[in-house]
């Protein structure tokens, strides 16, 4: 989550000193979301094959891993607009 958050940090501070690489940045967010959330998965699917695991631990376990895909998604999000914001109007 903290390389998420430099990111984020890196898309704002892009937006007003590179504008040409707002659009990278924010792929590059959701890249590191997707590959976070896989990873969880992996982690957490290696746990439950070595135990036996409640139901509860695994969903909790699932509303983790989505977190970063989440945080992924609003920085790609947070890109989109302030691409919008930045084309030239005709």
């Known amino acids: 989550m903290s390389i998420m958050t ?3 940090l890196a898309l704002l501070l892009a937006a007003w000193k590179a504008p040409a690489w707002v659009k990278e940045i ?3 967010g959701l890249v590191v979301g997707v590959f976070g959330a896989l990873l969880g998965f992996y ?3 290696k ?3 070595s135990r036996d695991v409640a139901q509860s631990v695994i969903w909790g376990g699932m509303k983790v891993m989505v977190i970063p895909l ?3 998604l609003i920085i790609y999000f947070v890109s989109l607009i302030i691409r919008i914001i930045q084309k030239p109007r005709i």
Request: charged share 5%; aromatic share 20%; proline share 0%.
């Open 6 to 8: 430099i990111i984020l």
């Open 26 to 28: 924010g792929i590059m």
């Open 43 to 45: 982690i957490g699917a």
């Open 47 to 49: 746990f439950m094959e």
């Open 70 to 72: 989440f945080y992924g």
